[in-house]
């Protein structure tokens, strides 16, 4: 069942006004590969529309990319630890716990 843009603008904000991002806003792409990515410096969150496809790889995306946000915040507004990236170290797995999703990295359709 597709969900549609309007419905899941509805739900996305909902669920990012839970997490305490209320601030943040979603923007809708068109890529197959990349499900989505969080830009926290701009407050926003970007899904593919591949996720229209289903309510749960929808809210799995949106709460993989919440805990970037959550995380970005709490690593004092940066990913960086050691000179490296670190975007799937244990803070962000911390908070994709906290938000009741499994901390994974990578998602099939």
């Known amino acids: 069942m597709d969900i549609t843009t309007q419905e899941a603008e509805i739900y996305c904000r909902m669920e990012l ?16 590969r990349t499900l989505g990515l969080c830009m926290p410096w701009d407050k926003q969150i970007h899904i593919s529309k591949e996720c229209l496809r289903s309510a749960e790889l929808l809210r799995e995306v949106l ?37 009741g999703i499994r901390p994974r990295r990578l998602l099939a359709i």
Do not use: P
């Open 63 to 99: 709460l993989h990319e919440a805990a970037h946000a959550l995380q970005w915040y709490d690593m004092g507004k940066t990913y960086i630890v050691n000179g490296r990236n670190s975007h799937h170290n244990k803070i962000w797995k911390r908070y994709c716990l906290i938000l």
């Open 17 to 32: 006004r839970s997490c305490g991002l209320k601030d943040f806003s979603i923007v809708w792409i068109e890529k197959s």
